[in-house]
């Protein structure tokens, strides 16, 4: 996994997630998810690109937020959609 300085690192922010118990439109919709991504921008808590929706894809693109961070346990891992890199 190779990092680089990334440009949109500079809207990262101290969040909290909005929906800890899972994805909010999943949560929302009663549709299951696979893994979950927290939004590094605003705490938008979505579904990963192997559940059925992609929230968290579908978050990034809709507000321009887009870096997210794996929001499974043990994992702290960033990821920016724009780019399509580990950040």
């Known amino acids: 996994m190779t990092l680089y300085t990334d440009p949109h690192l500079t809207l990262v922010r101290p969040v909290q997630p909005l929906t800890p118990e899972g994805c ?3 949560l929302m919709l009663g549709s299951p998810w696979v893994h979950l991504r927290l939004c ?48």
């Open 40 to 87: 590094l921008t605003c705490g938008h808590v979505g579904c990963c690109d192997s559940s059925p929706n992609k929230h968290a894809r579908k978050h990034a693109a809709a507000v321009a937020h887009p870096i997210v961070q794996s929001f499974q346990p043990g994992e702290d891992w960033r990821w920016c959609y724009v780019d399509e890199a580990f950040v």
């Open 24 to 26: 909010q439109e999943c």
